[in-house]
């Protein structure tokens, strides 16, 4: 059996696409995961299956999360060499003084190539700033998340990617959950 971390997008978030997390939990165990468990109501979600391919598991979510709930929502699935990487690549971290409260990241849906970044207009975000590493962007906001034009709708018009982005609190504590 091989353990995925689901990451869903906008759920229950300002009170749209609300999914309780223990509804959600039986959903999972009654189309065949095995121990599915939640971190927090954002949307964070361990299932254990012997299927392999991420990109299934995922759609096999999101269909479930459709079928019981009537919601579309998009589901990013993970592993734990991808939370180890944000702890392993994040070069915000080198930065003396960094305030680990304003660093993000964003999982997306495809690998991003090592150009993209040039092709950004990166003005429209300043003072934020932003770091790209595969399928994984790291955030630094000046103020915070609630001040800034770095969001997940930029990230995905800008980038054509689906994203999902969680603080920096939650990367380490999902990491800590995975064993």
């Not at 300002?14 to 039986?26: C, T, W």
Request: proline share 3%.
């Amino acid at each position: 059996m091989k353990t995925h971390l689901a990451l869903l997008r906008g759920i229950n978030v300002s009170g749209h696409k609300m999914i309780k997390m223990d509804a959600l939990k039986k959903a999972l165990e009654n189309i065949g995961f095995q121990n599915v468990s939640t971190y927090i109501q954002s949307g964070n979600v361990f299932v254990s299956t012997n299927e392999e391919n991420p990109g299934k598991v995922g759609m096999l979510i999101r269909n479930e999360i459709y079928k019981s709930f009537g919601h579309d929502v998009p589901v990013l699935v993970i592993g734990k060499g991808d939370l180890q990487a944000c702890l392993d690549r994040n070069l915000f971290l080198n930065e003396e003084g960094v305030d680990l409260k304003k660093l993000y990241v964003s999982f997306v849906s495809s690998e991003l190539p090592e150009n993209m970044i040039t092709q950004l207009n990166l003005n429209f975000i300043k003072p934020d700033e932003i770091q790209l590493d595969g399928r994984r962007i790291y955030l630094k906001y000046d103020t915070s998340p609630a001040n800034t034009k770095l969001d997940n709708k930029w990230i995905e018009k800008s980038m054509n990617v689906v994203s999902t982005t969680r603080n920096w609190n939650t990367v380490n504590k999902l990491l800590e959950l995975f064993g």
